[in-house]
């Protein structure tokens, strides 16, 4: 009797696990190769031949000095708004942004802009010393400021992080836990809860399939 429920055991556990296991390997090979979409407006999946390419942009990084689209010409780079004082979301995906920077060190096709969404109190002074307190690589990855106007026009224009308009004024704010994946040729390919680490983690995937 004891063999007979060793065998039934063995075999329900089978039965069980194996579907599972075979699950577990397809999702894992899914998401390992499945291609990446396109995106535009309202985070919303499109055609390749229908994308808008981020436009070009200048603002003023962490040391004072201006930080154009030329920094991520060419490149795989993420981008997320943010503001110093926030102690809610921003740090949880603040802390994400530096796990990104961790599985890429160095790594020269992956760039990284953090932009505030509060320019009055992050002055570059504040910004740098930021950047010093986590240990940011800034030849990698920036902190940005500019006119509140600039900031938020390109969150909503070129990023499309917000599907509300907005003017920028003094009542306007974007609070966004999105980060924003775009490709070597400035295509938006991906937007991810950065307090989220499996959706972090998912974005790592994600830059090494354009990294190849």
């Not at 556990?13 to 990446?36: D, G, I, M, Q």
């Not at 990023?159 to 775009?182: E, Y």
């Amino acid at each position: 009797m004891k063999n007979k429920r060793k065998v039934y055991i063995w075999f329900v556990t089978l039965v069980v696990c194996v579907p599972l296991l075979a699950f577990t390997v397809v999702r894992y090979v899914e998401s390992n190769h499945k291609l990446l979409p396109y995106y535009g407006e309202n985070f919303s999946e499109i055609n390749e031949k229908d994308s808008k390419k981020v436009g070009v942009f200048e603002f003023t990084n962490q040391d004072g000095k201006s930080l154009s689209s030329k920094f991520v010409e060419g490149k795989i780079w993420v981008a997320c708004y943010f503001f110093t004082t926030c102690p809610t979301i921003c740090p949880k995906m603040m802390a994400g942004m530096g796990d990104i920077q961790h599985a890429f060190p160095n790594n020269d096709q992956l760039k990284m802009i953090s932009f505030t969404v509060d320019p009055d109190k992050d002055k570059t002074e504040v910004l740098k010393q930021y950047a010093s307190v986590r240990n940011m690589n800034t030849a990698q990855w920036n902190l940005v400021t500019g006119t509140k106007k600039d900031l938020y026009k390109f969150a909503r224009k070129e990023l499309t992080l917000l599907a509300t308009d907005g003017d920028g004024g003094p009542q306007d704010f974007i609070h966004s836990d999105r980060l924003v994946l775009i490709d070597q040729n400035s295509y938006i390919r991906g937007y991810y809860d950065g307090t989220a680490p499996a959706e972090v983690q998912q974005l790592i995937i994600d830059i090494k399939k354009l990294i190849k």
